[in-house]
């Protein structure tokens, strides 16, 4: 199929080592593609920039194979995020650079004046944002009366992301013969009404499989308890130790949180989220592709067109709202036929909602155990031994230097030096809370011959559950789980085991950390009760039910919270 493009362009693509081209690409090039509006439904990855760009060489290219001189642009590409305007703009670049190609690039957080001025001097093709193409449309900075075809790429987000109305301001001021391709990974209604509204007769393209969740793509689920979740963060960065790492927070806070923690471990970090400036945004990109950076912590918007040919591993920290989320914040790896690992940590409340969520979007997960420190020193050492042994380039200042330590050292203790200062390197690995249910025994654990019991205002009816009480109960009472014995959960309330000998501690402990009126976790009251739970399953026999709650229920009961978008 590349023998058949217009010379030019196959040129730039031998140079850019394309040997074939991908579903995608070959699809919109098809005889009955041409020249006609498309409706592409393609996976994220997939080479859809590029399929683009050739499916509108017809409109832009003259008799002799280069773009003519000329003011007005010829195509507009409109894209979600500044990170995936700049990345189309890449791309467009080298592809139509022996062309001759003029391209500008129009998104928030850059110059406008500047964008205006080059806009003045011409541009064959506009990659912009919504918000700053219609800015410099009304400004009059930008004539789309000549445009010959108009490109929508990850038109789903845009929709989603609420520029329906900038995206319906651009399209009214294109002519109507000119050309228009839409491209999407999902195809839900309202982007089938906007294709209906400003296109004619189009052809329909998917290159989507069954497997919505991308087959390059590994997908793997941890059930956590929820205050383990950035230490298992921690075990999972350091079990596969990836090139390049993304790691998905739903709000800026938790992006800020994160990625402050990660840098306090040792982790090359960087973070990307709505309150970094462009400049910013820049300079944590080039860190990742410089490798000087290895780990980047997002939100979904601020990640929207990140292309890291790397990265090999992506954390859902914070859990996506829908399955057309989760396909985008996954897609970042697994890309151009390489193999990627996208990991959903999991709370043990939300357990269910995940699996609904992962059968709606057909995607088959492996529940797996978080990684624990053992998992991690044993992939270490492997890792280790693998880098130690393989052959290396030595020169003559090597080798005399070498000599010269092993001269005052036993081989043995260089070896052991050079283990050090590799693992010296690393940050350390976590000590998860939970780790299930201990085995049974006979008799009081060493330390519980003498206990009291606490009482929390939870119980099965409000899904209480061993996994996040006992994590909860380490927070709230400044206590190690070596400290708290038995957890009998009823219908309404849980009762708690305490060693006496530090029963008041915990007591102070959990009044200092209670928050009046709070809806979450730090809202539940634990108090102190008199007696073993056998008697108080009497005495509450003899008062009769439990008085009904009237306070609002607890976030874990009321399922989660949609996360503001940033």
């Not at 780990?295 to 914070?318: F, N, Q, W």
């Not at 031994?385 to 003559?396: F, G």
């Amino acid at each position: 199929m590349i023998d058949t493009l217009p010379p030019l362009l196959a040129e730039a693509l031998s140079a850019r080592g394309y040997d074939s081209l991908t579903p995608v690409q070959n699809a919109v090039l098809e005889a009955e593609a041409e020249n006609r509006d498309l409706i592409v439904s393609a996976q994220t990855g997939s080479g859809k920039t590029v399929a683009f760009g050739l499916a509108m060489a017809p409109q832009l290219l003259g008799e002799n194979g280069s773009l003519p001189f000329i003011r007005e642009p010829l195509a507009l590409v409109i894209a979600p995020t500044r990170e995936l305007a700049l990345q189309v703009s890449r791309e467009l670049a080298w592809l139509y650079e022996k062309a001759g190609a003029r391209i500008a690039t129009c998104v928030g957080g850059m110059d406008p004046s500047r964008e205006r001025r080059t806009l003045a001097q011409g541009a064959h093709i506009v990659v912009g944002t919504p918000g700053r193409l219609r800015d410099h449309l009304e400004r009059g900075a930008l004539d789309l009366g000549a445009l010959r075809v108009a490109v929508l790429d990850e038109a789903d987000e845009m929709l989603d992301m609420g520029f329906r109305e900038d995206l319906e301001e651009i399209l009214d001021a294109t002519p109507d013969e000119r050309r228009s391709l839409l491209f999407s990974a999902t195809m839900p209604k309202p982007i089938v009404a906007l294709a209906k509204r400003y296109q004619k007769d189009a052809l329909r393209i998917s290159t989507v499989g069954e497997n919505r969740g991308h087959g390059d793509i590994s997908y793997q689920a941890v059930a956590i308890a929820p205050s383990d979740i950035e230490n298992a963060v921690v075990n999972i960065l350091r079990l596969h130790e990836a090139e390049s790492a993304m790691l998905f927070c739903a709000t800026r806070e938790s992006v800020r949180r994160l990625h402050a923690s990660l840098i306090e471990r040792g982790f090359a970090a960087v973070a990307l989220s709505g309150e970094h400036s462009q400049n910013e945004r820049n300079q944590a990109m080039q860190a990742l592709r410089d490798r000087r950076a290895r780990v980047c912590v997002a939100t979904d918007v601020a990640a929207r067109g990140i292309d890291l040919p790397t990265l090999s591993l992506v954390i859902h920290v914070e859990l996506p709202r829908d399955a057309e989320t989760l396909q985008h914040r996954s897609g970042r790896t697994g890309r151009a036929g390489k193999k990627g690992i996208a990991v959903l940590l999991v709370p043990y409340p939300r357990r269910k909602r995940v699996e609904s969520m992962l059968r709606g979007a057909k995607i088959a997960a492996d529940w797996i155990e978080a990684p624990t420190p053992a998992d991690i020193h044993q992939a270490d050492r492997e890792r280790l031994v693998a880098a130690l042994t393989k052959p290396v380039e030595l020169d003559e200042e090597d080798r005399a230097l070498a000599a010269l330590v092993m001269q005052r050292l036993p081989a043995e203790d260089i070896a052991a030096a050079l283990v050090k200062a590799h693992r010296a390197r690393m940050p350390a690995p976590e000590e998860l809370l939970d780790k299930g249910p201990a085995p049974a025994s006979t008799g009081p654990r060493p330390g519980f011959e003498d206990t009291v019991w606490f009482r929390m205002d939870v119980g099965r009816r409000h899904n209480a559950d061993p996994r996040w009480i006992l994590p909860l109960l380490c927070r709230r009472g400044h206590l190690t789980k070596s400290e708290i014995g038995a957890i009998r959960i009823a219908a309404n309330e849980t009762l708690v085991e305490i060693p006496r000998a530090v029963a008041s501690r915990f007591s102070a402990a959990v009044k200092r950390t209670a928050k009046a009126g709070a809806q979450d976790e730090d809202g539940i009251s634990i108090e102190l009760v008199a007696g073993s739970p056998r008697e108080t399953a009497r005495q509450n026999r003899r008062a009769g039910p439990p008085p009904k709650r009237h306070k609002a229920r607890p976030a874990f009961e009321r399922g989660p919270k949609k996360a503001k978008r940033f």
